[in-house]
C-alpha cells in the first residue's frame, strides 16, 4: 500500500478508492507481525484485533498524505468479534467526509445517518460505494438506496458516468465462486442491481462501470462470460484484488477477458475523458517500487517474501448458467 501511493501521487490521480478487506482480521497480518514494534512481542489474537484498524490507519492510508480516501466495506471487517458498528465507530472520519456528507445533504437535508455505502459526484462523475460485504446484502434498504441514486443520475445533466465500486462482484461474474453468489440473497439484489445498471445505461446513454476487489487477482471484463452472451447484457467490469492479500489461482475460464493476472500487486488508474468515458489501466508495482523507510520498518525479508511467497492454491469457481442474467425482480 506504501508502494501504491507512491505510484497514485506520480500520477497525479484526485482519489484513492479502498474496495475493502484492510487487515486479514481471522489471523495474524504477517506485516504487522515483522513490524519494528512487534516482532519481538508475543501478541495474542485479542492484542492484534485490537491494533489492527489503527495499524491499518497508520501503515496503509497516512502514506496518502493529502490524497482523499474512500473507503468501502469488506467482508474481512465483518469477522467475529469485529461488527458494522464497530466499522462505522473506527472509520467515521472517512465515511462522514465533508465531501460525502455535503453529498448526502444534498440528496435529502434531513438524512444524517451514517453509513457503510454513500456516493459521491466528482466531475461529472457519481462514485458509488456500496456494501456486499455480508450475505444479507444488498438488503432492502440499500437496493432503495441505489434505485434512488441512480435516478436521480438519470435526470442530471451534470453526471455523464456511474462508477459503481464494491468488495464482491455482482453476480455471475467470472469470478462466481468469490463473488455475489455466495447466498440467494446477494443473488437476487446482486441481480436486481445488474438489471438496474444495464437499464441506466441504456436509457441515459451515459458511461457505466463496475468495480470489486473480493477475488485475490486482476480481471478485466469479468462479466464477459456465458451468463451474458450478448453485447447489451454485458457491464464493463474489473476485479481489482491486487494491493496485498494473499493471491489466488485464475478462474479457468477467462478467455473472453481483455487482461486476467495473478501473483502481481498494483492499483487501476481511471481517466476520464471530456466525453465521460473513463479509461482504465492496470499499474503494477514492484519490489523497487516500495519505499525504503517501509524495507527499514518491515526488513528486506519480509517485503521480498511478500513478493515472491504471498501465494494461495485457492481457485474461486466460474460461471455456471448458460443463459443471460434474469431480472431478479
Known amino acids: 500500500m506504501p508502494g501504491i501511493a507512491v505510484g497514485v501521487r506520480t500520477n497525479g490521480a484526485t482519489f484513492y478508492w479502498h474496495l475493502g478487506d484492510f487487515r486479514a482480521n481471522y489471523d495474524f497480518d504477517q506485516d504487522l507481525l ?11 489474537i485479542a492484542d492484534y484485533q485490537r491494533i489492527e484498524w489503527q495499524d491499518f490507519i497508520t501503515q496503509q492510508v497516512d502514506p496518502f498524505s493529502d490524497i482523499p480516501v474512500y473507503l468501502a466495506i469488506g467482508n474481512h471487517e465483518l469477522v467475529p468479534p469485529k461488527t458494522r458498528a464497530d466499522y462505522l465507530e473506527q472509520f467515521a472520519d472517512w465515511l462522514d467526509s465533508p465531501t460525502i456528507r455535503a453529498q448526502r445533504l444534498r440528496d435529502d437535508p434531513h438524512d444524517h445517518k451514517l453509513r457503510t455505502y454513500y456516493h459521491w459526484i466528482q466531475r461529472g462523475v ?8 455480508s450475505t444479507d446484502q444488498f438488503d432492502d434498504a440499500q437496493v432503495s438506496w441505489i434505485e434512488r441514486t441512480l435516478a436521480r443520475d438519470e435526470t442530471d445533466g451534470n453526471v455523464h458516468t456511474v462508477v459503481v465500486g464494491m468488495h464482491d462482484a455482482l453476480p455471475d461474474s467470472i469470478s462466481t465462486g468469490h463473488g455475489m453468489n455466495e447466498s440467494a440473497q446477494m443473488e437476487r439484489s446482486g441481480r436486481r442491481i445488474y438489471q ?19 477475488s485475490h487477482f486482476l480481471i478485466e471484463d469479468v462479466y464477459n462470460d456465458t451468463c451474458h452472451p450478448r453485447p ?3 457491464l464493463p467490469g474489473w476485479i481489482i484484488g491486487t494491493a496485498g492479500a494473499i493471491r489466488y489461482r485464475l478462474p479457468a475460464s477467462v478467455a473472453g477477458t481483455k487482461q486476467a493476472r495473478t501473483d502481481v500487486y498494483g492499483y487501476l488508474l481511471g481517466t476520464v475523458q471530456p466525453s465521460g468515458e473513463i479509461h482504465f489501466a492496470f499499474k503494477e508495482v514492484r519490489p523497487g517500487d516500495v ?7 518491515y526488513g528486506t525479508k519480509q517485503v521480498q517474501a511478500c513478493f515472491e511467497e504471498n501465494k494461495s492454491t485457492y481457485v474461486p469457481a466460474g460461471p455456471h448458467c448458460t443463459a443471460s442474467v434474469p431480472d431478479g425482480n
Not at 438496474?196 to 473480493?214: C, E, G, I, M, P
Open 291 to 297: 519505499p525504503p523507510r517501509v524495507r527499514e520498518h
Open 126 to 133: 457519481d462514485f458509488v460505494s456500496l456494501d456486499n460485504a
Open 196 to 214: 438496474d445498471l444495464l437499464a441506466f445505461r441504456a436509457k441515459t446513454n451515459k458511461y457505466v462501470y463496475v468495480l470489486a476487489s473480493h
Open 34 to 44: 515483522a513490524a519494528s514494534e512487534y516482532r519481538d512481542k508475543h501478541l495474542a
Open 232 to 234: 447489451e447484457t454485458l
